[in-house]
């Protein structure tokens, strides 16, 4: 995903809270997604911004700021399993259906 | 609802070859998109198809190809397999209603030898 940008690993304990920072930088831009892939899984869909400010999900909160051309993902009250990568996913008019950054990978330790 | 299915699950085929992939999206969803992941480049996009029609299209040689049925199942074809194909194939279902949600198969895990 060469126009978004994302940290590559992100530790964390759990029951504790984490942040996953995205950015991006392409005009077109009309939403960010994430999603989640567990190792030898497929990626699972956790949130779509379209617009500014925060959308919540259960334990899992997505914002948005488009003047500042930033996201993050937000994952509370930390457990085992979320321990996973973490995709943002650009939806842009001129680059298809959606680009994906390289992926956070979530390590969640007890 | 059945989620999405990806048939073959694994595939290994000699270069040159080609291989059709198939991806049966859930029940309702008219958008098909297809993805190559791979641990250098990551997920990248190939194409949409919505009723039928390539709607989008990524930066990937012509020797990749898709289509899509009036039942909304897509294939994706890959002709003169390369070694560098070896990837794990990604089909995705969008609802007309959340165009912009995307759920995953499986995927086809392909080795080109």
């Known amino acids: 995903g060469q126009s978004l940008e994302q940290p590559s690993e992100v530790t964390a304990v759990e029951g504790a809270i984490v942040q996953i920072n995205c950015t991006y930088q392409t005009s077109g831009f009309y939403g960010l997604s994430w999603y989640q892939q567990h190792d030898g899984g497929a990626p699972t869909f956790l949130s779509y911004n379209a617009l500014d400010g925060l959308e919540e999900t259960g334990r899992f909160s997505s914002f948005l700021s488009r003047s500042d051309s930033y996201g993050y993902l937000l994952l509370q009250e930390l457990q085992m399993k979320d321990s996973a990568s973490y995709f943002c996913?650009?939806?842009?008019?001129?680059?298809?259906?959606?680009?994906f950054g390289d992926g956070t990978t979530l390590t969640v330790k007890p | 609802k059945a989620g999405v299915t990806q048939t073959p699950r694994y595939l290994i085929k000699t270069r040159g070859q080609q291989v059709t992939l198939s991806c049966s999206p859930i029940s309702g969803h008219r958008s098909v998109s297809w993805y190559q992941q791979t641990p250098g480049q990551g997920l990248q996009f190939l194409f949409e198809?919505?009723?039928?029609?390539?709607?989008n299209k990524g930066n990937f040689p012509g020797r990749f190809s898709g289509r899509q049925f009036s039942n909304s199942r897509s294939e994706m074809n890959v002709s003169t397999l390369e070694l560098g194909d070896s990837a794990l194939y990604l089909c995705?279902?969008?609802?007309?209603?959340?165009?912009?949600?995307?759920?995953f198969g499986p995927g086809t895990r392909l080795t080109v030898t």
């Open positions: 996913a650009e939806n842009n008019t001129n680059a298809g259906k959606s680009t």
């Open positions: 198809y919505f009723s039928e029609t390539q709607r």
């Open positions: 995705a279902s969008s609802p007309t209603t959340s165009p912009d949600e995307q759920y």
